[in-house]
């Protein structure tokens, strides 16, 4: 263990305490070193449960919603996930840690290099990082069990519901640029979607052909 790992273990304390109970979670959660994928100016900061920047206006999401979207996610071990918004990778990790395999697309290149150093420093071997716009999803390894998007979209993005597997489930932030609720929709055998709200969660927006317009801020 290294020397952060007593803060982890506080982590998963306090996310248990807030409701966590996925054991496969809080497992993962104790052994992913979050302080290597955030700046090292803030690495004392890496154990708190908020969410903390990660450069290009971009940040890492607070570890309760990371956590939650996990659980909901229900994966088995044997599962092909999608995730849209690799962001540092922090959350990347997780889902190698509870999938087969994870597909992770990122529109920022400077982020999506960084997370491919530290998640092949860390070890992880199950993982594809791509340079691009997630709302397109990846078709080239559809259909995935779970679908899971780190970035706020007005709706779901029509790609993504296509690629998403019978009984597969699709997690995301829907609102405005500001504010959203974590949703969750699993894919009928007829092809629709049974959606259930979870709670308010505020992410950075997802720009892209089937989420927001970009703009210089972003
Ligand atoms: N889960 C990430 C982590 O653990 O660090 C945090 C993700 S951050 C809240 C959202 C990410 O989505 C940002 O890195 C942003 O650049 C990315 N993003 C926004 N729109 C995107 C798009 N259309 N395709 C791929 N990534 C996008």
């Given at each position: 263990m290294d020397s952060y790992g007593g803060y982890r273990s506080q982590l998963v304390g306090e996310l248990s305490a807030k409701g966590i109970r996925d054991l496969a979670v809080l497992r993962a959660i104790s052994e992913v070193p979050r302080h290597l994928f955030v700046p090292e100016s803030i690495r004392h900061?890496?154990?708190?449960?908020s969410a903390l920047p990660i450069g290009g206006g971009q940040t890492i999401s607070q570890?309760?919603?990371?956590?939650?979207s996990l659980e909901l996610a229900k994966l088995t071990g044997r599962d092909r996930v999608l995730e849209v918004g690799t962001g540092s990778g922090y959350q990347t990790a997780l889902l190698a840690q509870c999938a087969d395999q994870v597909f992770t697309v990122e529109r920022i290149p400077a982020l999506a290099q960084a997370a491919r150093a530290v998640l092949s420093a860390t070890g992880a071997r199950n993982i594809s990082?791509?340079?691009?716009?997630?709302t397109l999803g990846w078709r080239a390894y559809a259909p995935f069990e779970v679908i899971i998007v780190a970035a706020a979209t007005p709706e779901a993005p029509q790609?993504?519901?296509?690629?998403?597997?019978?009984g597969g489930r699709l997690i995301l932030p829907i609102g405005d640029r500001v504010n959203q609720v974590l949703t969750l929709m699993v894919k009928q055998p007829d092809g629709s979607l049974v959606t259930r709200t979870v709670s308010d969660?505020?992410?950075?927006?997802?720009i892209g052909q089937f989420g927001f317009a970009g703009d210089l801020a972003t």
């Open positions: 900061r890496a154990y708190q449960d570890p309760w919603v990371q956590a939650r990082v791509l340079v691009g716009d997630g790609p993504l519901v296509e690629q998403l597997a019978t969660v505020r992410f950075v927006p997802l």
